[in-house]
């Protein structure tokens, strides 16, 4: 009984539109959407896209057997609903129907009829439109070909659009209200380089807001804006081009709003609000170069310095709740005069500054919240809470030596004090730069993660200091050095010697000869050692009494005479 009232429903559906009866009304007031967009949804009606599972699921396994009308037969065994009917549809076309860029470019009108679609399952966008439009009809839904300009394959930055129209999408009729969908964007894209087109669907033109389809389609007729109030195409060329995957990634605003920045006293600031926390990174000019960029709980913000004058290209990319990067967003800066001040580390990467993430990977209360550290004396302590179990490693880059890769990490001295780790860090010389923290949980393999780092900035040119003294894998977590701090000693003196040292029997100092280091009532190990005569100086630890093994745990270099 079902099955027959499936079959008398769809031959009803054809009755009526081939008697005409449902020719598709104009846009009227009851369906257009405030403009701009009010943030509630990326779709133009309420929708759960889990009760579209299982139809997704059925409809994307269809295959073609005979004609058009089978076809959507078979699509409507699964679908019970307007909506449903029109869901099918476009499910199989964006899964089965290829962009043939070849057939677009020579813009054969043979290679765009539904029956020459279905034996070569490639069309161009009037294809992927006229198609949907014949199956929603043969399905007794109404829908129109809304044909228009559109920022896709080939668009670029502040383009202006005349002459004939580049695109082709649909208006569908359901509840009672239109609604836009684009069955060309939702299949797939276009490779730029290759100009090679891949299957990856594309939800976000499934019933997309109108104030959001706008911002990439303008249709010939205004009332097909389906906005209140309507754009004009001025105001569509001019205005900020957010790329589905900016609202794919969760992303709600980006300031400034359009496309083209003018800087300001050499620099530029992009800020990107989100509806969850996310990872973001940019390239300018096609480098992870010239910027500084902070996590925000609920977005981002980047400060860019260009390094010339001129056109600049910025790209934006988030990470949301995939593994991948995808771009979201692309300005075009010009730099009238460039801060040839703002020099940056190549070596800082992005983040910088602690934050949601940091925390996330067990780094948390930080002593400097703000991305940035000045210090007038070229030395600087950095202190964060550390989760149990959680290893961190620091290390120092700038681009004038002498932090080679060898001592990078002798410029910080790493202390650890009741569940929080101090980087005591000292500066060879004034200039900018990079203080890289590095994770890993202590029980698992695998090399260290990158989590943040901080700029440190110093101007002072009298600043020369040295490296700290070099320490080996018996430095216990919570020892302490209190001096001397320098891991370059002077020449035949005597230097006094102070530590803290925990679950140790026994602490000497050796040089040319052996001096014995003394536990003071405060609890320090302390003494004196004379660096005469000898080119290398070790603090060595006796840890069992029982023992005569000495192990080093620190080593300092004498100055030549």
């Known amino acids: 009984m079902p099955q027959l009232f499936k079959k008398f429903s769809l031959a009803k559906r054809l009755q009526v539109d081939k008697n005409g009866n449902t020719r598709p009304r104009q846009p009227g007031g009851k369906d257009t959407h405030a403009y701009p967009w009010d943030r509630s949804s990326l779709k133009s009606m309420p929708l759960d896209l889990r009760q579209f599972e299982k139809l997704d699921t059925y409809a994307s396994q269809v295959t073609v057997k005979s004609g058009l009308e089978e076809l959507v037969s078979d699509l409507l065994q699964e679908a019970h609903s307007d909506l449903e009917i029109v869901r099918a549809i476009w499910i199989w076309i964006c899964h089965h129907i ?41 399905a007794g839904v109404q829908c129109v070909t809304v044909p228009g300009y ?6 670029q930055l502040g383009q202006s659009f005349s002459g004939e129209f580049d695109h082709a999408w649909n208006a569908v009729f359901l509840d009672g209200r239109w609604h836009l969908v684009d069955s060309t964007w939702g299949s797939g894209l276009v490779d730029s380089s290759t100009s090679k087109f891949t299957f990856l669907y594309n939800e976000f033109y499934f019933l997309t807001h109108p104030a959001l389809f706008i911002e990439d389609h303008f249709p010939d007729n205004k009332n097909w804006q389906l906005l209140k109030p309507p754009q004009s195409l001025r105001q569509f060329e001019n205005n900020m081009y957010h790329k589905s995957e900016f609202y794919n990634k969760g992303m709600l605003s980006a300031q400034p709003q359009t496309s083209i920045i003018k800087t300001v006293n050499g620099k530029a600031t992009v800020t990107i609000e989100s509806c969850a926390p996310t990872l973001f990174m940019f390239m300018l000019n096609g480098k992870q170069e010239h910027g500084l960029l902070s996590l925000r709980k609920n977005g981002m913000k980047l400060d860019v310095y260009p390094p010339t004058a001129g056109t600049h290209k910025l790209q934006i990319f988030a990470k949301g709740n995939s593994e991948i990067y995808s771009s979201v967003l692309e300005y075009t800066l010009k730099c009238h005069c460039a801060d040839v001040d703002v020099r940056l580390p190549a070596e800082l990467h992005q983040p910088v500054g602690p934050s949601w993430f940091s925390e996330q990977m067990g ?18 302590s950095v202190s964060f809470g550390v989760e149990e179990g959680i290893s961190v490693l620091a290390s120092l880059h700038g681009d004038d030596g002498p932090v080679t890769e060898e001592t ?31 994770v890993k949980k202590r029980q698992e393999p695998g090399n260290y993660l990158f989590v943040f780092n901080y700029l440190i900035c110093c101007t002072n040119t009298k600043v020369n200091w040295p490296v700290f003294p070099e320490s080996f894998g018996n430095w216990g977590v919570d020892n302490e050095l209190l001096e001397p701090l320098s891991g370059v000693l002077p020449a035949n003196r005597n230097v006094p010697f102070k530590l803290k040292l925990h679950g140790v029997a026994k602490a000497l100092v050796k040089g040319q000869d052996t001096w014995p280091l003394t536990l003071s009532p405060e609890g320090y190990w302390e003494g004196s050692c004379s660096t005469a005569g000898c080119q290398e100086v070790y603090v060595m630890v006796l840890e069992n009494a029982n023992h005569s093994f000495y192990s080093y745990i620190l080593k300092y270099q004498v100055n030549a005479q």
């Open 363 to 380: 780094i948390t209360k930080p002593s400097h919240p703000e991305p940035v550290i000045y210090t007038s004396d070229g030395r600087c």
């Open 150 to 155: 559109s920022k896709g394959f080939g668009y």
């Open 408 to 438: 990078q990490r002798r410029y910080i001295f790493q202390l650890h004090r009741e569940k929080r780790t101090e980087l005591k860090v000292q500066l060879p010389h004034a200039g900018k730069f990079a203080l890289k923290i590095f």
């Open 98 to 138: 290829e962009y043939d860029i070849e057939a677009a470019q020579e813009k054969d009108r043979q290679a765009f009829k539904p029956t020459a679609i279905l034996q070569t399952q490639k069309t161009n966008c009037d294809g992927y439109a006229g198609l949907f439009e014949r199956m929603c009809r043969i």
